[in-house]
């Protein structure tokens, strides 16, 4: 099993940058995929990107294609959402989820984290 702990959420003007970390607890982190998923109000949640265990591969969104940045460190347990040139409808709670599986459907992910939220202003 294992514990998953988003950070670095937070209000930012549109064209704005921030950088979200997903903490995870255990010495198993490295065999599992990982992901990012958001959930707008009255909206359903909806995948935003995932890496591979090795961090060879990764996989966006069109909607954040080439603005956003998923990566790992397998050494400190932890993976990152880099977000650049934001914009208002990207505003959302933001999950980390961690999966056995690769895939871009929240039935595909076991564990989740709390959610950190990030707002966008115009």
């Known amino acids: 099993q294992v514990q998953l702990v988003e950070s670095g959420g937070g209000l930012v003007q549109a064209g704005g940058s921030l950088r979200l970390s997903c903490a995870a607890s255990?010495?198993?982190?490295?065999?599992?995929?990982m992901g990012w998923f958001r959930q707008a109000p009255g909206k359903e949640r909806e995948f935003v990107a995932r890496?591979?265990?090795?961090?060879?591969?990764?996989y966006y969104a069109d909607s954040v294609k080439g603005r956003f940045t998923i990566s790992r460190d397998n050494a400190k347990n932890t993976v990152y959402l880099q977000m650049n040139s934001l914009k208002p409808e990207d505003t959302a709670v933001y999950y980390c989820?961690?999966?056995?599986?690769?895939?871009?459907?929240?039935?595909?992910?076991?564990?989740w984290g709390q959610g950190t939220q990030v707002t966008v202003s115009s």
């Open positions: 890496i591979s265990r090795s961090a060879v591969t990764t």
């Open positions: 989820a961690a999966s056995y599986v690769s895939g871009t459907l929240s039935e595909h992910y076991d564990y």
């Open positions: 255990g010495r198993t982190f490295s065999s599992y995929g």
